[in-house]
């Protein structure tokens, strides 16, 4: 808290948030997701990498809705998942149900495949 020069009453002071934080509703929370993309001619590899949560969900979701259609298989790698919150793992398969027809070129492969996959049976 700061006082200011004007009146005499407490204000917040947002301030600046270290490299990799965000704020959210007042909070600051990590943002240590992201995915590396490799695509050859007939296949998409994501590899994910850090905190799985509800927004990570979303950015799944999004890739694989933008560029799954392109390819033959889809390859989702889980071993550099650091944590794998349920509110992400809701999210993520709530909103794979819309990849009907995209959802059986999907593979996981990694630790975390059991537990991101919407469907055991994607998991290899």
């Not at 949560?53 to 889809?74: C, E, I, P, T, Y």
């Amino acid at each position: 808290m700061f006082f200011s020069e004007k009146k005499e009453t407490p204000q917040k002071s947002w301030g600046r948030l270290p490299f990799g934080l965000r704020r959210k509703e007042g909070h600051a929370m990590a943002s240590s997701f992201r995915i590396v993309v490799h695509k050859n001619s007939e296949h998409l590899h994501l590899r994910l990498i850090g905190d799985f949560d509800g927004s990570s969900a979303f950015k799944l979701f999004d890739v694989l809705k933008n560029r799954a259609h392109a390819v033959q298989k889809v390859f989702i790698h889980t071993s550099g998942l650091v944590e794998v919150h349920p509110f992400g793992l809701g999210v993520f398969e709530k909103r794979a149900s819309e990849l009907r027809e995209e959802l059986q070129k999907i593979h996981f492969t990694g630790d975390k495949a059991e537990l991101v996959s919407p469907d055991q049976s994607l998991c290899l």
